[in-house]
């Protein structure tokens, strides 16, 4: 061995044995204590907590829990549970129910809404909730400076795309927030809209527009200006008017609740503490659920679906949220949409979802998700077998030129980024291609961000892609195919397509429905995106808990459950 | 000096012939791999579950050979048709299972060992090329010019490896149609650099200190004082005792880098399908390991070959060092 | 051996430098940003964000300000809320700045709370690897040829030959669920770093095992063990008192490169345990283009590499006069 090699010299030299073995001795005595400090400092922060009356795997660790600038679910989540905005859904039918607001008067032009507040609702602090706080709280939203990515949303209210978009060169706004439509008067607050939103109470329950404390973010600066922005986010000095308010933060551990006792509807709330677990590998999410760790979880390694699916406390709904791909419409050959038409013929959805997926996906054959409610929605012409499918993909393609005899359609790269599933369903579509079609498919997966960028740069061929619903509106699904929207990244245009969106936009129903029909059906016929499923939840929830509901938005709060047996 | 009796003693000692004996069988299969009566490795058969085990008594071959395969060399084509000519459409039964997409794992095996070979003579050549080079030579220079050496190795050493390797393999992916296209590099060949770039740190770094050693002993003393240019005391007393604690050294580096390149595809960083690797196959194995179902055989295969060769190595690399020891050599 | 040391320490700033200058322009060469998502931010609010971050900084201004010590921001740490009365920021006034993907924390909150963890399990699986592998060597050693001997010799390979996560995936299967001794993931109390602890040390302890094997063989054979023997010795003095440090040094030499294998196989360990620490922020870091804490982590990650690798250089010297002759 080198190592002995090299001190061979050592063993000969004059030192010894005794003298050599004291030596190491003292190395040891002295870097035991080191490692005793190590651990010590580990568990020297009060690392024990007594365990939570209940838990659940949360996913990611969130970004961040200001309610303004949050984006993905497992922030919303959180907070759901910490905040409470004017409007909070149904758990088990999501139709708006009241939450800050107690009741509400909409004009009868439907551009005026008035929302009352809830007399005696407070906030962890004891400030009383007022109408102020939610002025505050929008101007807030709105000012560019916050960075809040649902600010567009509420570019319905007059006012506010001028608000948040006219910007001196320190990135300021320039108007002054009275030019905003919403207007805090007593104990109402009252909000002008630009046109009729005929969802707008469901766009109100979203966790963004969650009011925040304004005397919390004074202090918090007053406190340490250095750090104002997120000093008042920490567990002591986060001030909120939910359900439940933030008792520990461990990131990328534990975000612990503790229930509100000031909250207006705490003698419905059943758990003193809550814990939302941060874990992102799916055997452990899996391995954490079968020993009773936590409650509930709602992701699964792909190849236990079928022995979970089997299981009693496996629940699954259809969910509103579609995973399809995007092709490149400016990229010669699928410019020619009988080209995009007989590759999305050519998919074997059947086989993707009983053997890849395996947890109650659908087939999709459409934009907007089948879940979506209220919504009979069109679809892609298609027949009743995939071998019939296959047929007329043939014949497409050959329509095309590039039939037997014709030209070779050149290799297709379809790109990913870094996951298993992903894979999967990429090899079975790719190997679909070439089998029935003689279509050559290379599947290039890309890091997430190296994904996202290449995707918006149109280097791509074929891209997977998702889209998940905020709110129960094929409005969200259909909006992004649009011209100049930047969630396209297809390069597909339309002018009728563009046309039938801003009817909608600006039409109430039935009209609204009739026009998005119609968009869809213009979308289908071109293509610019190849279906392949419609989500569904995968949810296994420990039979002993209850208020636990499915929904097609797979939102859950835990406000509303409870343990059965106590 | 340095070859006689080496070889000798290397055939008496059984284990380390036995060892020789497998590593090539593994390499000869590795390279013929196409030629073998395996099912093809990617054809994919979606069924539920994964099947367990056949032993080769129950069921020795059967028929339905599918002939698919991604991206095949020029030489794996000629291969594969020679196969499909001696073995017709006869493949063996799935003697080690299949996985939850029905291919084969033995087959998998087989050629998943030509990226874990082909990784480790990558890590090889760099070790060789580079670190003992490198070694060598901070170890006959001077304090001065050896400390700069040693401490350029710390700096390198000190740079977080994954980060290295996200970064490297992101920039990569960024320009891939521009490499493939202009310099023929993809991938996998990124791959085998980044690893070859960090293997050859440890062994400059043993190499250096073995000179350091060597450097005082008396026949090199007398070799400086007869007037043997730098160049030949490196070249004729130098390499050669250095030679012991090379071999042993690649024998621990190239386990290393096997293991390496399944901790990166355990992050998704290595090798694409559908290529495969030992450490693919084992990733996807663990995957397999739940208390729901124990798919055990996903992850025995891959474990199993890399153990075997890792151990192999292993014995090996023990074998080498006594039969190159100077200290037990007579003259 | 204080000059040594100061040495040691100033080629430690000029490493330390370098690798942060190289980190920091190779995470900005990769494409995709932090603040990329499939749904795309107004363009407005990106902007925003990226100004507040100081993203729209030439990069030589942005490094300058991550450094420090003087503050270059007119308005104060802006991403954090700062008024501007801040004289001194950076690495160099001990702010590692704010996180940007995890935008309510600070690099230096999230280092903090992780390190330890990280540490302990690093620690634990280091001692207890060390423990058991020199106690296997040892006996292999002293019990040459016995069939004792040849079985440690197998599984010590075949420890090695396993990478740690099929190593973590079977210790769950026969300890958490099998026998339901431990937790399964997650962390909180002792109990959660056992099994861990096992998985990041096995390849250790096998690498320890047999270089104590082969340092106890040499020494065993050397003269003045035969002259202890001869003294009429017990033989567990000879072994213990004369042999053993002999099979001592070859480890000590091993636990440098030794403690940077627990580091890196941390990553891979934590991510399957669920344990908060730092290895899921190197990763993370990286794939998410958190600039800061990515450049947090490689300072931590280098300093310690740095500072075992001078550890074991001391352990050098003191134990190898000529050595310390050579190296001067």
């Known amino acids: 061995m080198r190592l002995v090699a090299e001190f061979r010299p050592a063993i000969l030299a004059p030192m010894s044995a005794a003298g050599r073995s004291r030596t190491l001795r003292r190395i040891v005595f002295l870097s035991g204590p080191g490692l005793l400090v190590a651990a010590t400092l580990a568990f020297g922060r009060g690392a024990r907590l007594p365990r939570a009356d209940c838990a659940f795997v949360n996913g990611a660790e969130p970004a961040t829990l200001d309610p303004a600038v949050i984006t993905a679910i497992p922030e919303g989540r959180i907070v759901r549970a910490l905040f409470e905005g004017l409007v909070v859904r149904d758990p088990r039918t999501l139709e708006p129910r009241p939450g800050m607001a107690e009741s509400w008067d909409e004009a009868p032009d439907g551009l005026a809404w008035t929302f009352h507040l809830r007399r005696g609702a407070r906030w962890t602090n004891g400030d009383p909730v007022t109408a102020d706080d939610f002025e505050f709280s929008f101007e807030r939203l709105l000012d560019p400076r916050t960075g809040a990515a649902y600010a567009s949303q509420l570019f319905c209210v007059s006012g506010a795309r001028a608000f948040a978009t006219d910007v001196d060169e320190r990135g300021a706004p320039r108007r002054s927030f009275e030019t905003v439509g919403i207007r805090a008067r007593a104990d109402a607050l009252e909000i002008r809209l630009d046109r009729p939103v005929p969802r707008f109470l469901d766009l109100l329950a979203c966790p963004q527009f969650s009011p925040v404390n304004r005397r919390c973010l004074e202090e918090s600066r007053a406190r340490d200006p250095d750090t104002a922005e997120i000093g008042w986010l920490r567990p002591d000095h986060l001030v909120t008017n939910g359900p439940f308010r933030l008792l520990e933060r461990r990131p990328n551990d534990r975000i612990r609740l503790a229930k509100n006792h000031g909250y207006w509807d705490a003698d419905h709330v059943a758990f003193e503490t809550i814990d939302a677990l941060a874990a992102e590998h799916l055997s452990t999410i899996v391995n954490l659920y079968l020993t009773g760790e936590v409650a509930w979880i709602d992701q699964q390694p792909a190849d236990l679906a079928v022995r979970l699916a089997r299981r009693e406390d496996f629940h699954s709904a259809p969910y509103l949220g579609t995973y399809f791909y995007r092709v490149n419409v400016a990229r010669p050959p699928f410019d020619d949409p009988r080209v995009r038409r007989a590759l999305a013929l050519a998919i074997d959805r059947s086989a993707i979802v009983q053997r890849v997926t395996r947890a109650g996906e659908q087939p999709l054959y459409a934009c907007v998700p089948p879940a979506m409610p209220a919504w009979s929605g069109a679809s892609m012409e298609h027949a009743a077998t995939f071998e019939e499918d296959l047929v007329e993909a043939r014949r497409l393609l050959a329509e095309a030129g590039f039939g037997p005899g014709g030209r070779v359609l050149r290799p297709i790269s379809i790109q990913y980024n870094t996951r298993e599933s992903h894979k999967d369903v990429a090899e079975v579509i790719a190997d679909s291609w070439s089998r029935n079609l003689g279509i050559r498919a290379r599947l290039e997966n890309q890091e997430w961000r190296v994904f996202l960028d290449t995707q918006r740069r149109m280097d791509y061929d074929v891209s997977r892609s998702s889209w998940i619903a905020d709110t129960a509106d094929p409005y969200g699904f259909l909006e992004i195919f649009t011209t100049r929207n930047d969630n396209n990244r297809t390069g597909w245009s339309d002018p009728r397509y563009d046309e039938s969106i801003a009817r909608a936009a600006r039409a109430v129903e039935p009209e609204r429905s009739e026009a998005l029909l119609e968009a869809e059906r213009i979308l289908l016929a071109e293509l610019p995106i190849l279906p392949i499923y419609g989500y569904a939840t995968k949810n296994l929830v420990d039979p002993r808990l209850g208020g636990f509901f499915e929904n097609p938005l797979d939102e859950h709060t835990p406000k509303a459950w409870y343990w059965k047996d106590r | ?331 | 051996m204080i000059r040594f040391l100061a040495r040691r320490l100033v080629w430690f700033a000029a490493t330390l430098l370098a690798v942060v200058t190289l980190s920091f322009f190779l995470m900005r060469a990769v494409r995709g940003g932090p603040f990329d998502a499939e749904r795309r931010l107004d363009p407005t609010i990106e902007r925003n964000l990226r100004a507040r971050y100081h993203l729209d900084w030439p990069l030589w201004k942005q490094l300058a300000a991550y450094l420090g010590p003087i503050n270059l921001d007119a308005h104060g740490a802006r991403a954090v809320g700062g008024d501007g009365t801040r004289v001194f920021a950076g690495v160099l006034a001990g702010d590692f700045g704010p996180s940007l993907a995890y935008r309510d924390q600070t690099v230096g909150d999230l280092l903090r709370e992780s390190l330890p963890i990280s540490l302990a399990l690093g620690s634990l699986a280091l001692l207890g690897a060390v423990a058991v592998g020199l106690a296997a060597g040892v006996v292999s050693a002293v019990r040459r040829g016995t069939p004792l001997d040849a079985a440690l010799r197998v599984v010590a390979t075949v420890f090695l030959a396993l990478p740690s996560f099929v190593v973590a995936s079977v210790l769950v299967i026969l300890l958490a669920f099998a026998w339901p001794l431990f937790p399964v993931a997650g962390f909180g109390t002792w109990r959660h770093l056992v099994l861990p602890a096992l998985a990041l040390g096995a390849p250790i302890a096998a690498n320890v095992a047999r270089l104590a094997r082969t340092g106890m063989l040499e020494t065993l054979g050397q003269d003045f063990v035969r002259t202890a023997r001869a003294k009429g010795l017990p033989e567990r003095i000879v072994i213990l008192r004369h042999a053993l440090p002999g099979a001592l040094l070859p480890v000590a030499s091993y636990l440098g490169p030794a403690a940077a294998g627990v580091l890196t196989g941390s990553l891979v360990v934590e991510r399957i345990f669920a344990i908060p620490g730092a290895g899921s922020h190197f990763v993370n870091s990286a794939l998410n283009r958190d600039y800061t804490l990515a450049m947090g982590v490689t300072i931590v990650y280098c300093a310690i590499v740095y500072a075992l690798n001078t550890l074991v250089d001391v352990f050098h010297r003191l134990l190898d006069p000529r050595v310390a002759a050579e190296g001067a």
């Not at chain 2, 196409?34 to 093809?40: A, E």
């Not at chain 2, 299972?97 to 029905?102: E, I, L, M, S, V």
């Not at chain 2, 994954?162 to 296209?181: D, H, K, M, T």
């Not at chain 2, 043993?206 to 030949?232: C, D, I, M, T, W």
Request: some cysteine; proline content about 7%; charged content about 15%.
């Open chain 2, 1 to 331: 000096m340095s070859g006689t009796g080496v070889w000798e003693r290397l055939r008496a000692h059984r284990a380390s012939w036995w060892c020789i004996l497998f590593l090539g069988a593994v390499a000869v299969a590795s390279l013929a791999a196409p030629l073998l009566p395996l099912p093809s490795p990617s054809a994919l058969a979606l069924q539920d579950e994964p099947a367990p085990p056949v032993p080769p008594w129950r069921e020795l071959v059967r028929h339905g050979f599918r002939p698919e395969f991604a991206d095949l060399s020029w030489t794996d084509a000629r291969l594969t048709e020679l196969r499909g000519r001696v073995f017709g459409d006869l493949q063996t039964a799935p003697w080690l299972g299949t996985d939850a997409k029905g291919r084969d794992l033995l087959a998998r095996v087989v050629f998943g060992s030509r990226t874990s070979i082909l990784a480790a003579l990558a890590a090889t050549l760099a070790s060789l090329a580079i670190g003992v080079l490198f070694g060598a030579v901070a170890g006959l220079a001077g304090p001065r010019v050896d400390n700069l050496m040693m401490r350029t190795v710390d700096a390198l050493q000190s740079l977080p490896f994954v980060f290295l390797v996200i970064f490297v393999i992101g920039i990569v992916n960024a320009y891939r149609a521009e490499l493939s296209e202009r310099f023929g590099i993809d991938r996998e060949t990124v791959f085998y650099l980044v690893i070859g770039a960090v293997s050859w740190l440890t062994m400059a770094r043993v190499v250096r200190g073995q000179v350091l050693v060597l450097r005082n002993a008396a026949f090199v003393e007398a070799a400086r004082v007869a007037g043997a240019s730098p160049a030949r005391i490196l070249a004729r007393h130098v390499l050669p005792n250095v030679l012991p604690v090379v071999v042993v050294t690649l024998t621990l580096t190239i386990p290393t880098v096997m293991l390496t390149e399944a901790f990166l595809s355990f992050l998704g960083l290595g090798i694409e399908p559908p290529k495969m690797s030992w450490g693919i196959l084992a990733a996807d194995g663990i995957e397999a390991i739940n208390p729901i179902r124990i798919a055990w055989w996903l992850v025995a295969a891959p474990a199993v070959a890399m153990g075997s060769v890792l151990f192999a190595l292993n014995v090996l690399g023990d074998g080498l060092r006594d039969a190159l020891d100077p200290r037990t050599r007579r003259s």
